[in-house]
């Protein structure tokens, strides 16, 4: 059973940069044709795609967010990484890890993590 | 970026009644169409992919439908535990953009 599980900072201060990992266990975060992604949720509202990546290290990333998110990889540590910068209050949400499978030309969440809040405040 | 647009945005049902949501992008997706069910506090659930294939695990009350630019998620009886919001996720184009959600509440 694969599990995706987050981790970070829950408080990150306004002008700075968050950053979140994800460690997925119960198989090989290169194996398979998966990718590995973000998705946040601020409190009460809806589901926001942030990016993707792949294991060559390909990513993908929300025009909305492209200046200022990365989002990497260690395949070592079976976990891949979010780093969003310049951070402000409307970055406050659930950050959610999930992993993407690919269906012939179709793709969608088949796991994620549990999420993990984080609020943008000094 | 795709818009997806949900209706209704919440709806009451009683246990036993048939649902049926909307969703409907904003240019051809083919079929491109996934559908979460997400319960407060928790992570979405995976419920169909490619518009119309059910998830392994999910019962099959549930079933999607459409192509094109308009989608249906229909629960043919509803359940207790189907009380819960619903998205639609298209994945035809990044940023893999989300209906608004379906908050599904007890009539």
């Known amino acids: 059973q694969v599990q995706l599980q987050e981790s970070g900072p829950g408080l990150v201060k306004p002008s700075q940069t968050l950053s979140l990992t994800c460690t997925v266990s119960g198989d090989s975060i290169s194996s398979g044709s998966y990718y590995w992604a973000w998705v946040r949720q601020p409190a009460g509202k809806g589901l926001e795609w942030i990016g993707r990546i792949y294991t060559s290290g390909s990513t993908n990333y929300n025009p909305s967010l492209t200046s200022r998110v990365t989002i990497s990889i260690d395949t070592s540590k079976n976990q891949f990484s979010l780093k969003l910068s310049s951070v402000t209050a409307a970055d406050t949400a659930v950050y959610y890890c999930?992993?993407?499978?690919?269906?012939?030309?179709?793709?969608?969440?088949?796991?994620w993590g549990q999420g993990t809040l984080v609020t943008v405040s000094s | 970026d795709i818009q997806m647009t949900q209706s209704p945005s919440s709806l009451s049902a009683s246990v036993g009644d048939r649902v049926t949501i909307t969703c409907r992008a904003s240019q051809s997706i083919s079929t491109s169409l996934n559908w979460y069910q997400q319960k407060p506090g928790k992570a979405p659930k995976l419920l169909i992919y490619a518009a119309s294939n059910l998830q392994s695990g999910v019962p099959s009350r549930f079933s999607g439908s459409g192509s094109g630019t308009d989608f249906t998620l229909t629960i043919s009886s509803l359940q207790p535990e189907d009380f819960a919001t619903y998205y639609c996720?298209?994945?035809?184009?990044?940023?893999?953009?989300f209906g608004q959600g379906t908050k599904v509440e007890i009539k």
């Open positions: 999930a992993r993407g499978l690919w269906f012939g030309t179709r793709d969608y969440f088949d796991y």
């Open positions: 996720q298209q994945s035809y184009s990044t940023p893999g953009t």
